[in-house]
DNA sequence: AATATAAATGAACACTGTTCAATAAATCAA
DNA sequence: TTGATTTATTGAACAGTGTTCATTTATATT
């Protein structure tokens, strides 16, 4: 009936309303500073709602992780215009790197926190979904890549890890504040100067 | 005169204890577990001595990372007895790697956390040390390599953060538990796999 | 209008980091 | 040895945290 369709409808309004109260609190003050007090404040209702909607604070910020796969995914799509799959890989590595470097709190929450993956442990289905989705994009490319004749001698789940792992270790390292190692007149371009060597060795291989 | 000399020791052992409670508490509960109660319980004072020693709990963590540089500056040691810079440069990548699987918490501590570095950004001098010093091992191994002709056509500040990201990467998003995406039967060895895959690359360079 | 169901509340619990006036202990001077 | 001074240590207080749940309020059904 209309009536418990309305009540669904709602239930989701306010589920929504939490996660984008959520959302704006985590972009301007960080993940430990957004509280589910702040929340509730946004959203004007008691603290006490938003356990009738997640179970815990983990939950809204798997919830909200799942939004940046999203945003990233939609980004990953001109890559289907490109055929060499070697000029695709290469192009998936500029995306993701622009990505971070655009939406580094984003980019912090869906590869680097532990607030998601713990409750994806908590929760009974525990297999990653959202990253599963994204690396398996770079795994097939890497693999069109191998059938091609490129990478010659290497093994298509190790690369892709190691792939990932060089452009991960790239941003993760600037966001989390380490590229205070780097020469001053350097630390601003280095993510991207790093990418183009990276590139230049894909080039040799 | 000799009173003070014992005052100072006797200040400074203490200052020892609540680094060693501290770390016995962070390495079986993690950061956010160990709390300034938790640790002036374990030593027998009052929560407030610690205020005494110590700026906030970032400083604390801060001391703890040091001493992580510490050990892993030890492990590097044998490097010298490595004369040809491409095999040091891979000797170095395998400690990297070994000691941030052995010692997780103490790896994330160092090259994941905001804590320490959040507290580098409080106090005056903001110039992070501890990881300078262990990059610049990486950036003088780069350079030799590049001055007996290998990695042509490579900047080497560029190149060692590469590499550095590379390792990084490797390590990081295990620590993460990022590697979820992986085949199941291959993701105990992932690490390892990438590692030769990255060895395998800089062969061909 | 009375009853049953669903939604929302806010007080309570057990914590957290941090501060600081008050206390206790140790040292120095007479 | 006693009194004054300095140093070390305390623990209560503040303003917060995530989470739970009996109670209340609002809506829907009979």
Redesign the pocket.
């Known amino acids: 009936?209309g009536?418990?369709d309305?009540?669904?409808r709602?239930?989701e309004e306010?589920r929504d309303s939490i996660l984008a109260a959520a959302k704006e609190l985590f972009l301007e003050k960080g993940i430990?500073?957004?509280?589910?007090?702040?929340i509730?404040d946004k959203i004007?209702?008691?603290?006490?709602?938003?356990?009738?909607h997640f179970?815990?604070?983990?939950e809204i910020f798997h919830a909200l992780h799942q939004d940046g796969f999203m945003t990233l995914q939609n980004k990953m799509e001109v890559l289907n215009s490109v055929r060499n799959p070697l000029e695709r890989l290469k192009a998936m590595g500029s995306i993701y790197i622009r990505f971070a470097m655009e939406n580094p709190d984003m980019y912090d929450l869906m590869f680097i926190k532990e607030a998601p993956m713990d409750h994806l442990f908590d929760s009974e289905h525990d297999d990653w979904k959202e990253g599963g989705g994204s690396f398996n994009g770079l795994r097939m490319t890497i693999k069109e890549c191998i059938s091609q004749g490129y990478f010659e001698g290497h093994d298509s789940e190790s690369l892709s890890y190691l792939v990932w792992s060089a452009v991960h270790g790239l941003v993760s390292l600037n966001i989390r504040k380490r590229c205070e190692v780097i020469e001053l007149e350097k630390r601003n371009t280095i993510v991207q100067e790093g990418l183009e060597a990276f590139f230049k060795i894909l080039d040799k291989l």
Chains 1, 2 share one sequence.
């Open positions: 009936m009536i418990s309305r009540k669904e709602e239930k306010l430990d500073k957004t509280s589910i007090r702040n509730a004007e209702y008691s603290p006490g709602i938003i356990y009738h179970r815990d604070k983990n």
